[in-house]
């Protein structure tokens, strides 16, 4: 870049400071004054409480919460302007169109003075997207009047830290290698960071989707959960007015996972969004069934040496599986439904025209509809308001004495009888994990499930529910869905592409959008990786040391060898020691008494420096560097095996160690051995 080019782009920061400093004052002043007036409401309804009338002091509570608001709204963007302050952009095209050439600097946060064009654009705003999207050349982008069409004549990225630019170039790609290969070498953090400067082009596509349901089938690496949040944050941007975080829930796969990608979200500037784990939700709809539930980790440490119950976890979670129960369901609730006369007053109404609703009138309707209209039927007939007394409900309740059986456990029991199944809570007296989606479906064919208000929901690994839990997702979450994952990483069943279509299907999208391209792993680990699983992921072009598999004499070595690796590997910010089991995480645990820092995780802790997890634990993470230990024969050798260990493999950024003390594992191969 020609000096006068820089010294522009120098003169041009330093105005966005400038401005930035401004705002920063101006909305330091404001938050002050209205700090003095709330102060000043607070005082006189303290004073005068006990002269105002019940009316008034509403009034003055609702004053104080609006004054409240205020302050926090302002103090909210106080951060954001410190936060740009730091590095107000990171990148700008020089756009030609209709004859006149704009230049858009684009970044995390809007930033206006005053002008047409904003000194900085929102990363999410429409002109923005041109950034992602675009080499230097022909363009479009998606604006509010209609599609502005015309040419990108320049592309010029930057490094701004601390108020200070680093470096900036012009550049023809969508984003340069040099600063892609910057980011990908930094070390993790226990938190999730933001991937605003480097989205890809096809990221950038299932972010700014105008789809109701997103469905994406991604390699490991692929940048999934960032695309999930990034969309999130996008959508707060574009529907700004009657939607927030507060209307938004993911289902994750655990708190360990839910605190790690917390600060992706408010580095956006926006607030954390809700978080659920599917177990979170069963609870709140089967709460009274049982003493407690089963979590996911516990049943995946139980089928690698149970093989009776693993057999029994994968048919549950099959195709074939769901459709025996919604036959028996359609069969046994037709049947067992045994109309009676009743009488409410003056009102009489007959088994006959029970048995028409029910059987023919409503018969493509579930169960739960059926009896929920005749119980209006009822009451237009008793010419009684449906909101008196709760009339409605106590209909309904008469009416499902007319099944034989109405107990939840009782159906599922009679159903798994009659497949050659038996029903029954674990050693531990909980529901067992695979069980809660079939008894979910039951609940609501039979009787319905509460709706949730949200206004949008994000699944994260997809692969790890089964096609029961998202036929019913509609039913709870009538909403726009963005639901991500991997079959690859699917570790108590086997999926194949009939699975993922089925999935899709039943929750309504359109089509699977794939991300075949990882960005997490070196070359040489993600190659490994590959030849774990067969497939071609397709890795950016970053290198570094191969994957080193370590023979042992045995597991005291073994543990020595990891010891003595990572006491060496100082460099690193996060190492995880990852074992197939929790079971064998805690063995691993007691031999590995040398390293201090080591913590052994559960699903309720946040991430540490140095950690020690189960396989179900890690899904989701990434660390600096990754060892796998007791990589033997013994230990992986079936297909879901070989999931497990491709899934721990998959979470290292930087090196991958693989140990062992026997005969090592047929899934690693050729020179890697």
């Known amino acids: 870049m020609e000096q006068l080019e820089q010294e522009k782009e120098l003169e041009y920061l330093d105005k966005v400071i400038s401005v930035l400093n401004n705002k920063i004052a101006e909305t330091q002043k404001k938050i002050s004054e209205l700090n003095i007036e709330f102060e000043k409401i607070k005082s006189y309804y303290s004073e005068q409480y006990y002269f105002l009338d019940d009316e008034e002091i509403v009034a003055g509570g609702d004053e104080m919460d609006k004054e409240e608001a205020l302050i926090n709204e302002e103090i909210r963007q106080l951060t954001n302007y410190r936060k740009q302050r730091l590095s107000p952009y990171f990148g700008k095209i020089d756009f030609l169109s209709n004859g006149q050439n704009n230049s858009y600097y684009i970044g995390i946060f809007n930033l206006t003075n005053g002008g047409k064009i904003p000194l900085v654009c929102d990363w999410r705003a429409p002109v923005s997207s041109m950034y992602y999207d675009y080499e230097v050349g022909r363009a479009s982008y998606a604006a509010p009047k209609g599609v502005i069409e015309g040419e990108i004549t320049n592309k010029r990225q930057f490094k701004i830290k601390d108020s200070k630019l680093e470096y900036c170039f012009d550049s023809s790609l969508t984003i340069n290698d040099d600063i892609l290969q910057e980011e990908l070498s930094k070390n993790a953090s226990n938190k999730m960071k933001n991937i605003v400067t480097t989205i890809q082009r096809e990221q950038n596509k299932i972010i700014r989707d105008d789809e109701n349901i ?241 206004k949008y929901l994000v699944i994260d690994e997809y692969q790890d529910h089964s096609i029961l839990f998202y036929e019913i997702l509609n039913d709870i979450f009538d909403c726009p869905k963005c639901v991500l994952g991997d079959i690859n990483q699917c570790i108590e069943k086997i999926m194949t592409p009939d699975d993922e279509m089925a999935y899709a299907k039943a929750l309504g999208a359109k089509e699977i959008l794939t991300l075949e391209k990882t960005y997490r792993s070196t070359c040489e680990i993600t190659n490994f990786c590959n030849q774990i699983k067969g497939i071609n992921s397709n890795p950016v072009q970053r290198h570094g040391k191969q994957v080193n598999v370590e023979c042992c004499e045995n597991i005291e070595n073994e543990a020595k060898f990891i010891e003595n690796a990572v006491k060496n590997a100082k460099k690193y910010d996060t190492i995880a020691i990852i074992c197939k089991t929790t079971h064998e995480a805690e063995k691993y645990y007691e031999y590995l008494g040398e390293l201090d820092d080591l913590v052994l995780m559960n699903q309720n802790m946040p991430l540490s420096h140095i950690m020690i997890m189960s396989v179900s634990m890690c899904k989701g993470l990434e660390f600096d560097m990754v060892i796998v230990p007791n990589a033997t024969k013994k230990n992986y050798n079936t297909f879901l095996d070989k999931n497990f260990l491709y899934t721990a493999c998959t979470r290292a950024l930087h090196e991958l160690i693989i140990t062992y003390n026997d005969e090592l594992t047929d899934f690693v191969k050729g020179e890697n051995k």
């Open 214 to 454: 997103i469905f994406v089938q991604g390699v490991a690496g692929s940048g999934k959960t960032s695309i999930a949040l990034h969309r999130v944050a996008y959508l707060l941007y574009k529907y700004r007015k009657g939607f927030s975080s507060s209307d938004i829930l993911i289902i994750s796969p655990n708190y360990a996972f839910s605190d790690y990608i917390s600060a992706v979200l408010p580095s956006l500037g926006e607030e954390n969004i809700l978080s659920q784990t599917f177990v979170d939700l069963a609870k709140e709809e089967l709460s009274n069934l049982a003493p407690s539930f089963e979590v996911r980790e516990d049943m995946l440490d139980e089928i690698t040496y149970d093989t009776t119950r693993l057999n029994e976890v994968a048919y549950k979670n099959c195709l074939e599986f769901a459709e025996s129960l919604r036959k028996y369901l359609k069969t046994y609730l037709n049947l067992s439904f045994k109309p009676k006369d009743l009488t409410f007053g003056e009102t009489k109404i007959t088994a006959k025209k029970i048995d028409e609703l029910y059987n023919k009138t409503y018969i493509q309707k579930t169960p739960a509809v059926r009896i929920n209209w005749i119980a209006d039927y009822i009451i237009d007939k008793m010419e009684i308001d449906k909101a008196v007394d709760d009339i409605s409900a106590r209909i309904k309740r008469i009416l499902y004495t007319m099944f034989d059986k109405i107990s939840l456990l009782d159906v599922y029991a009679d159903f798994l009888n009659n497949i050659g199944l038996k029903f029954s809570l674990t050693d531990k007296n909980t529901l067992k994990y695979e069980d809660i989606a079939p008894i979910l479906y039951i609940k609501h064919y039979m009787l319905g499930l509460n709706k949730r208000n949200v």
